[in-house]
């Protein structure tokens, strides 16, 4: 596959999560570089903003086995991964698989359960396999998680370690759609006595498992000039050195980072990374990779505004 027909099952997709989903084109432009680029997205908004409708939509048209974990308080890790069960009749241990063993797993409201439960995905997000009893369970190449959370200010809510926010490749803020798209939704929706599938909305499958994969594979091998690197590597340790920030973002931020500039770049039809590629993605990909110093919280600075602020700092290869 080259970057052409990349670019096409794209917008394919696109056209089919639009049949179901009204706006949200940010979003879906960054699952698309998540899918693409073998990373996992955080989606954090309100309750009703069509966060599960879109995960489901989007793993309709991409044609991956879809799996979703509704996340709450009581949830163990084993309901997540599963468990080795005695079975009496044989007298022997066999594996009862959990909903992790999918293509594309929908971690719904993530940061409803405690985090020794949230813990369970760090090694199937990072290695793309998971160890019971001692075994390790080898999971899909195309495994990606789609989690959603509700805000940080939400009753009931654990955040998420900073181990964890790390396995993901974006952290997008779901926002309340526009006047004219509030109007289409409740103009479409409102018409229907109940929730309806995808498939019922019309989505169909624009790609399939061997497809993305050779789409991930030809993003793999576009390419990366020094100068590029140099600036991802300066927009990195930039989050390190700045006054303002306590904790910034690690070296795989940086790894990440390089590998999502090449599947945006292919996603508009090009075989090398521009310098924009980088600086469209540095603020999804930073703003939950670092911390704020406690003197820069009192003044009340927010993440996104010091993340903004180093990306506008630190100039860009012409």
Known sequence: MNVDEVQSLAQAIRTEVAKAVIGQGETVELMLVALFSGGHILL?????????????????????????IQFTPDLMPGDIIGANLFNFQTSSFSLTRGPIFTELLLADEINRTPPKTQAALLEAMQERQVTIDGESHVLSDRFMVVATQNPIEQQGVYPLPEAQLDRFL?????????VEEERNIIATHGLRKEAMEPAAWGVERAGEAKSITAATDCVAELRLVDEIIDYIAALVRGTREHPEIESGASPRAGAMLA?????????????FVLP??????????????????????????????VVLSIIDTIEAPR
Do not use: C, M
């Open 170 to 178: 974006f952290k997008q803020t779901v926002d309340y759609p526009s």
């Open 276 to 305: 924009d590629d980088v600086k469209a993605l540095a603020a999804p990909l930073l703003r939950h990779r670092v911390i704020l110093s406690p003197a820069a919280e009192i003044n009340g600075r927010k993440v996104e505004e």
């Open 259 to 271: 590998q999502a500039a090449r599947a945006r770049a292919a996603l508009d039809g090009r075989d």
């Open 44 to 68: 954090e908004g309100p309750p009703g903003t069509a966060k599960t409708l879109l995960a489901h939509s989007f793993a309709e048209a991409v044609g991956l086995q879809f799996g979703r």
